[in-house]
Nanobody, 113 residues
Framework: QLQESGPGLVKPSQMLSLTCTVS????????WSWIRQPPGKGLEWMGA???????YYNPSLKNRTSIFRDTSNKQFSLKLTSVTPEDTAVYYC?????????WGQGAQVTVSS
């Protein structure tokens, strides 16, 4: 199981930070992704961290996105800088890269002043 956590409201120009907690030891040997869905739009893959620690990012978000992993706490995290209202979305963490077998339930994040 995966569970997202973090603030539901972020002010414009600030940083969005989310954490995904993984319930199994698979944090050590699987790739992990962040995916979001803005209201009325489709899913957008944001980036991933591979089991070896390499990171991969959507080119459209690369300059603002960072993904980290904390294997001791079975967590991986997302940081998105300089947010705007267009970053309002449901944010999902998922296991995999390119194909995602397991998903968190999603965390609504609204960017608003």
């Amino acid at each position: 199981q995966l569970q997202e956590s973090g603030p539901g409201l972020v002010k414009p120009s600030q940083m969005l930070s989310l954490t995904c907690t993984v319930s199994s030891n698979s944090i050590d040997y699987s790739p992990w992704s962040w995916i979001r869905q803005p209201p009325g739009k489709g899913l957008e893959w944001m980036g991933a961290i591979a089991y070896g620690g390499d990171t991969y990012y959507n080119p459209s978000l690369k300059n603002r996105t960072s993904i980290f992993r904390d294997t001791s706490n079975k967590q991986f995290s997302l940081k998105l800088t300089s947010v705007t209202p267009e970053d309002t979305a449901v944010y999902y963490c998922a296991r995999g890269l390119g194909a995602w077998m397991y998903w968190g339930q999603g965390a609504q994040v609204t960017v608003s002043s």
